[in-house]
Nanobody
Framework: QVQLVESGGGLVQNGGSLRLSCAAS????????MNWYRQAPGKQRDLVAT???????YYADSVKGRFTISRDNAKNTVYLQMNSLKPEDTAVYYC???????????????????WGEGTLVTVSS
């Protein structure tokens, strides 16, 4: 079974920077799109950025020009570089990936929508 583990969250001042990482681990799998979502207290979970297996990217309007998503396919890792952080960026950030996981039981590939447990980013004003 594939697992996603995020790291890099923390407390930063208004205008500061943080870099989030999310590493996928498992026995045999492939990854398509990798995404970052965030959920602020009392609000719904929103898509922040997406990167395809080919490297195409998408950003929410609220983070364009400030956040950069990238991936290292050799390490099965996606990154989110966050610059010029604002208090409204405070949220739990979740890594999400569209994965094809190989089952040794029936020798088949299965599509999976995998989520990490989240990492808290707090931006102080």
């Amino acid at each position: 079974q594939v697992q996603l583990v995020e790291s890099g969250g923390g407390l930063v001042q208004n205008g500061g920077s943080l870099r989030l990482s999310c590493a996928a681990s498992g026995r045999k799998f492939s990854i398509n799109n990798m995404n970052w979502y965030r959920q602020a207290p009392g609000k719904q979970r929103d898509l922040v950025a997406t990167i395809t297996s080919g490297g195409s990217t998408y950003y929410a309007d609220s983070v364009k020009g400030r956040f950069t998503i990238s991936r290292d396919n050799a390490k099965n890792t996606v990154y989110l570089q966050m610059n010029s952080l604002k208090p409204e960026d405070t949220a739990v950030y979740y890594c999400n990936a569209d994965i094809r996981d190989f089952s040794d039981f029936d020798l088949s590939w299965y599509a999976m929508d995998c989520w990490g447990e989240g990492t808290l980013v707090t931006v102080s004003s």
